[in-house]
Structure formats: C-alpha cells, structure tokens
C-alpha cells in the first residue's frame, strides 16, 4: 500500500485553467504538506496542516487554496493557472513527536502549465 | 525562518570514489537535521537523520553524516560510491527558526557516478 498517495502524477494544463491535485495519506500521520519543487530542484514548502488545521501558509499566491477535509487528505486547488506555476508538487505527512519523525513524501505531481 | 546551504550543486565522480557533500545551516538554536536522496523521476527518500546522541550517524546505503555543531554542518559522506547512488541530494533542517515541524532543504546536490 502507499503511504502517501498522489494523483494526478502528471498534469497538463493551459493558462487561465482551475485545477485541482489531491493527496491521501494511510499512515494515521496528524500534519501534511505541500511543497513546490521547481525546475532547479529547489523545495519550498507551501502550506502545513495540523489535523486540518492550517498551520503554516508561506509566501504562496492567493491562487493556491489548500483543502483539507479530513487528516488522512489535503488537496491543493490553483485557479488562474500561469506559466510559472509549471513545478512538481510534493505532498508529505508527518507524525510530530514520533520518536521516528521524518516526512514521508508522495511520488509528486508533474504540472506543466502551456 | 531556518536557511540551509549545500554547497555543491553537481558532484561527479568515479565508480569506487569517496563522497562527502556538504550541508549548513543557520544558527537557531536546537535543531533536527535530515538528509533525503532522489533518484531520478522518483519522490524524496529519508536517508538519514540527526535528533540527538551521537554526532556520527549512519544511514541505509553505506551513507553516513557528522553534524559538528561548531560548524553548524552536516555533511554527507559515503566511502564508496556506486553507479546506483546517481541522484539528487538534499539537506534539511527542522527546528530553531522554523515554525510548527517545518522542515527547509537545502538547494540540492545532483551526484552523477559514472560506471
């Protein structure tokens, strides 16, 4: 089974469209992340959610809206897409104060904004 | 918020070369260190990580790490390199100034091994 599951892996898109990636997590892991990773392979993260609660919310375009319904889920939505959104998004959950803490990472969302 | 510094951005080395990529990070305070491999079209992996205890601490692949808290690194080293070890490699931090459980990564090493 995996443990963080992301779908879709890869998305193709025009300018000015809404869309929407989704993530789940079966690890029973209270936080959850975003992250962008752009084309240098740099990672910024996005938006942390605690239990689905919003905990952080980083520097991001108020294009961005993360969803979380419940725990195990936190969708990111983007409306207006533009070019520069073209990135892989990587969804993470983690459990804090777990004596084995780490993130456990999605296998990413490829997005490619044309 | 916490920055985190690797200063080599492509590394490329021999089959059987020794490794040590380096890692820094600002000062502040207590903080957990993590490094994460990503092979090629693949997500991120936990290599290894720091909490507490011994500085020297050892991974899965024949990786290793020495937080040296003078020096507030955290390099990576790896005695013998393989083809397989090709991959991207970052450095991350959690604590000090970052906020909730955070974490910051570096900007990423891309090791190419040639065979």
């Known amino acids: 089974d995996t443990a963080v599951s992301q779908t879709p892996k890869y998305l193709v898109t025009q300018m000015g469209n809404d869309k929407s990636i989704k993530c789940e997590q079966n690890?029973?892991?209270?936080?959850m992340y975003w992250y962008k990773q752009d084309s240098k392979k740099f990672l910024k993260i996005m938006f942390s959610y605690n239990n689905k609660e919003l905990i952080i919310n980083e520097t991001v375009p108020n294009r961005f809206s993360p969803k979380s319904p419940d725990k195990a889920h936190l969708n990111l939505h983007i409306n207006s897409l533009e070019l520069g959104d073209s990135a892989v998004y990587f969804c993470?959950?983690?459990?804090?104060?777990?004596?084995?803490?780490?993130?456990?990472f999605g296998s990413g969302t490829r997005l490619t904004v044309v | 918020a916490q920055s985190v510094s690797q200063h080599n951005h492509h590394v490329i080395l021999s089959e059987a070369a020794s490794l040590e990529l380096g890692c820094n990070y600002s000062?502040?305070?207590?903080?957990?260190l993590f490094w994460y491999v990503q092979y090629p079209g693949q997500h991120l992996q936990l290599l290894l990580k720091?909490?507490?205890?011994?500085?020297l601490v050892k991974g899965i692949k024949g990786f290793e790490a020495e937080f040296i808290k003078s020096k507030f690194s955290f390099n990576l080293r790896k005695p013998s390199v393989q083809w397989s070890d090709t991959a991207e490699y970052f450095c991350a931090v959690k604590g000090g100034r970052n906020p909730g459980n955070m974490l910051t990564f570096g900007g990423g090493t891309r090791l190419m091994v040639k065979p």
């Open positions: 690890l029973g892991h209270d936080t």
């Open positions: 000062y502040g305070g207590t903080v957990n």
């Open positions: 720091y909490f507490s205890g011994d500085p």
């Open positions: 993470a959950s983690s459990q804090p104060g777990a004596s084995n803490y780490g993130y456990t």
